[in-house]
């Protein structure tokens, strides 16, 4: 029998399952300089900063330079070596990354080149770790502490949105007794901004409390510059299949490309999926036709929680903010709402085929925080933001600098129109959309 695949999230990999049976043999390569013998790790990959075309390998014992050119002497001098004793005895195994492609396939230099374009993007990383490394992709599971992103919180003051903070998504949680909703802001490299985070109390099959969302959604937020931030896009959870209609009302109300109805897809590794066509029913009777979004919950939780575990940079070192680091203000972010956006865990569980599932489990009993969370950040995907390049938010940013005044009335400065396919599209990095579209 012959296995052979491409890992993918550790701990469900079922290559990396029976790859830890085996030996685990790796191709060791001789260094041109010392003769030492080693598996190549990206780790030893170095290049100089912002210039992947310098990428070269350090040899793990003399630190000699290893270059493109001695590819093809090492790979031919190269053998394969057991790094495991195997739990099967006739179970041998292999394993080898892009480190180790020919010359003419993929250059040590384009590995860096991907490895730089995939900053800040997990998606983006575990592509890489998969499929250039062949490595499994490890969820990040383990809640930061509160108490950390607590005393970390920064002051702005209430109701505006900071500077960095371009585009405006809201995220609604639908409970029995409640609507909630938060309201975060997105800029370059996905950093984000809590705005606010408010429950709106009310039976969710009555209308009164989906008038009060309505009036929060149509605030206007004051950004930093001046202007005022409309929220661009409103995500609101259909999951329950009770509240449905309910939920198709009021996205239907809200007039097109400000609101969708989202339900959170466990195995989606992605944002957002394809939107699909439901039936809406109410007491038998047709209403009509609602797309929902599938999100990737778990995936985006575990983007989320990676990116809670950024530190701050100090304020001696000027260092600006990691790309996709979460900024929790005093204000909105109260000792409640730090609790509960760390109180979820990923543990894993057996499926009743055997496989492993990796699951994320609330540690509280209300814990709304995080799924508002995802459904802000879906609402965001949903709108293209993870295709944007520089350029794109260049341009946002300095339609916000101009004057008030210079803008034509009626200018809705961060409201582009939502992308018909989302993550999933492979843009050209630096992508960008025709100003008419973002400045209609
Ligand atoms: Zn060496």
Redesign the pocket.
């Known amino acids: 029998m012959f296995l052979v695949s491409t890992p993918t999230i550790a701990g469900l990999s079922r290559i990396e399952r029976e790859h830890l049976a085996t030996d685990q043999r790796r191709y060791f390569v001789p260094?041109?300089?010392?003769?030492?013998r080693q598996h190549l790790r990206f780790e030893r990959l170095l290049w100089d900063a912002g210039e992947p075309e310098t990428a070269r390998y350090l040899?793990?014992?003399?630190?000699?330079a290893i270059g493109e050119q001695h590819k093809a002497a090492m790979l031919a001098a190269g053998e394969w070596r057991a790094t495991a004793t195997a739990t099967d005895p006739h179970a041998i195994g292999f394993h080898i990354s892009a480190l180790c492609s020919p010359p003419g396939w993929m250059p040590w230099s384009e590995i860096a080149r991907l490895w730089l374009a995939a900053q800040g993007d997990d998606r983006a990383i575990k592509t890489f770790r998969n499929t250039v490394l062949g490595e499994t992709w490890q969820v990040a599971g383990e809640a930061p502490d509160w108490q950390r992103l607590y005393d970390r919180r920064e002051h702005w003051p209430a109701g505006t949105v900071p500077m960095g903070g371009l585009l405006l998504t809201a995220g609604v949680d639908v409970q029995r007794d409640c609507l909630e909703a938060s309201l975060w802001a997105w800029g370059q490299d996905r950093q984000s901004w809590l705005v606010e985070h408010r429950v709106l109390a009310g039976n969710p099959f009555e209308a009164p409390v989906w008038k009060e969302l309505r009036l929060l959604l149509r605030e206007n937020w004051r950004h930093a510059s001046g202007h005022r931030l409309p929220v661009a896009m409103a995500a609101i959870d259909s999951g329950d299949g009770m509240t449905t209609a309910e939920v198709y009302s009021f996205v239907r109300r809200a007039g097109a490309g400000r609101a969708i109805a989202v339900k959170g897809q466990d195995g989606l590794s992605a944002a957002v999926g394809q939107p699909a066509a439901t039936e809406v029913r109410r007491n038998g009777r047709k209403l009509g036709g609602l797309k929902v979004w599938p999100v990737g919950s778990s995936f985006l939780k575990g983007e989320t929680y990676g990116w809670l575990k950024l530190e701050r940079p100090t304020e001696e070192s000027g260092d600006p903010f990691p790309p996709g680091y979460v900024h929790l203000p005093v204000h909105a972010a109260g000792e409640e709402f730090c609790r509960q956006l760390t109180a979820e865990q990923l543990v894993a569980r057996a499926g009743r085929n055997g496989f492993r599932r990796l699951e994320w489990v609330k540690t509280r009993e209300r814990n709304e925080a995080p799924d508002c969370r995802v459904y802000a950040r879906a609402a965001a995907a949903a709108l293209g933001m993870d295709g944007w390049g520089e350029g794109r938010w260049a341009r946002m940013a300095d339609a916000l600098s101009l004057p008030a005044a210079e803008l034509p009335t009626g200018v809705n400065v961060t409201r582009p129109s939502p992308s018909p396919v989302a993550t999933d599209a492979h843009r050209p990095r630096g992508w960008l959309a025709p100003r008419s579209e973002w400045l209609r």
């Open positions: 260094c041109p300089h010392c003769g030492h040899c793990e014992d003399c630190d000699g």
